[in-house]
Nanobody
Framework: QVQLVESGGGLVQPGGSLRLSCVARSRGIWFYPMGWYRQVSGKQRELVARMTTGGTITYEDTLQGRFTISRDLAKNTLYLQMNNLKPEDTATYYC?????????WGQGTQVTVSS
């Protein structure tokens, strides 16, 4: 069964950086577009970055220039580099296919941006 495991979150000051990782337990997942999502408590989960199987990348409009999605197929890992973090980036971050599949939601990784 495919499993996605996110890591790399933490507490960071405004302006700081974090790199999130998403390890897939199945190579087959890369046959689908993948995305990073985030959810603030009480709000809907939103897609922040997306990568197609061919490597085409799109970002949520307000995040372009600060966030970078990438992947390492040899390591079965999807990354999200986040720079110049702001308090409004505080959320739980998840990876999943795009569109997301209910059975693939993992525990996520918490990112807290605070001074």
């Amino acid at each position: 069964q495919v499993q996605l495991v996110e890591s790399g979150g933490g507490l960071v000051q405004p302006g700081g950086s974090l790199r999130l990782s998403c390890v897939a337990r199945s190579r087959g997942i890369w046959f689908y577009p993948m995305g990073w999502y985030r959810q603030v408590s009480g709000k809907q989960r939103e897609l922040v970055a997306r990568m197609t199987t061919g490597g085409t990348i799109t970002y949520e409009d307000t995040l372009q220039g600060r966030f970078t999605i990438s992947r390492d197929l040899a390591k079965n890992t999807l990354y999200l580099q986040m720079n110049n973090l702001k308090p409004e980036d505080t959320a739980t971050y998840y990876c999943n296919q795009d569109p997301p599949q209910d059975e693939l939601w993992g525990q996520g990784t918490q990112v807290t941006v605070s001074s």
